[in-house]
T-cell receptor
Framework: DAKTTQPPSMDCAEGRAANLPCNHS???????VYWYRQIHSQGPQYIIH???NNETNEMASLIITEDRKSSTLILPHATLRDTAVYYC???????????FGQGTILTVHP | DADVTQTPRNRITKTGKRIMLECSQT?????MYWYRQDPGLGLRLIYY???????NKGEISDGYSVSRQAQAKFSLSLESAIPNQTALYFC????????????FGPGTRLTVL
C-alpha cells in the first residue's frame, strides 16, 4: 500500500469548511483513497473513499487531483463534534488491509 | 458501530495471564480484522481473516493468536500477556470482493500490569 503524508494538526472555526490535505505520491493505479476519523478513543469511523473522481456523501467531499498524487477531504460546515483524528489511507481491493498512519488532529473551535 | 461489538470493553490483567478478546458482527461480512493502537499512534494490524478457513498474520502478530469460530465471530488471544501489550484493541469487518471499507467496533482497552 502507498504511504500517505498528512499535517499533524489543523484548526478550524465552527461553521466553516475544514479542508484536510493528504499526499499519496506513490499511489498505484488500482488503489483507492480512504478517509476515516477517530473521535477520542472510539473505533475509527469510515467517512468516504474514491478512486479517480471526486466523491461526495452526507458527511464530506473528497477531491482527488488528476494525477492522483494528493487529495483533500472537505467537511463543508465543521461542528465541534467533528474534532477528531482524520486518517488518509490508500489501499487496493485485493488485500483488504488498511495501513493507518498518524493522521491529522483536527480541532474545531467555537 | 453497533453492528460490530467487542467484549470486554475494559480489562486489567497481570503479566503471564492468558487473555481472550472477542468480536462479534451482525453485518454479514466475510472479512474480519484485529488492530491495536498505542497512545499517539495509528492502528496496526495484528491478524485478519477473509473467511472462516482463511486466517493471516498482520504486521505485529507475535505474541497473539486468533480463532475464527464462525463468520460472525473472531477472537484474539494473548497467550501470556506482557506489559507492552497494553493498548486499545479494535476489531473491524469488511465485505469480501468490495472496496476496503472497514467498519470498526468500539474497542477494548487492555492493561497488562
Amino acid at each position: 500500500d502507498a504511504k500517505t503524508t498528512q499535517p499533524p494538526s489543523m484548526d478550524c472555526a465552527e461553521g466553516r469548511a475544514a479542508n484536510l490535505p493528504c499526499n499519496h505520491s506513490t499511489i498505484s493505479g488500482n488503489e483507492y483513497v480512504y478517509w476515516y476519523r477517530q473521535i477520542h478513543s472510539q473505533g475509527p469511523q469510515y467517512i468516504i473513499h474514491g478512486l479517480k473522481n471526486n466523491e461526495t456523501n452526507e458527511m464530506a467531499s473528497l477531491i482527488i487531483t488528476e494525477d492522483r498524487k494528493s487529495s483533500t477531504l472537505i467537511l463543508p460546515h465543521a461542528t465541534l463534534r467533528d474534532t477528531a483524528v482524520y486518517y488518509c489511507i490508500t489501499g487496493g481491493t485485493s488485500y483488504g488491509k488498511l495501513t493507518f498512519g498518524q493522521g491529522t488532529i483536527l480541532t474545531v473551535h467555537p | 458501530d453497533a453492528d460490530v461489538t467487542q467484549t470486554p470493553r475494559n480489562r486489567i490483567t497481570k503479566t503471564g495471564k492468558r487473555i481472550m478478546l472477542e468480536c462479534s458482527q451482525t453485518k454479514g461480512h466475510d472479512r474480519m480484522y484485529w488492530y491495536r493502537q498505542d497512545p499517539g499512534l495509528g492502528l496496526r494490524l495484528i491478524y485478519y481473516s477473509f473467511d472462516v478457513k482463511d486466517i493471516n498474520k498482520g504486521e505485529i502478530s507475535d505474541g497473539y493468536s486468533v480463532s475464527r469460530q464462525a463468520q460472525a465471530k473472531f477472537s484474539l488471544s494473548l497467550e501470556s500477556a506482557i506489559p507492552n501489550q497494553t493498548a486499545l484493541y479494535f476489531c473491524a469487518t469488511s465485505v469480501a470482493g468490495g472496496t476496503d471499507t472497514q467498519y470498526f467496533g468500539p474497542g477494548t482497552r487492555l492493561t497488562v500490569l
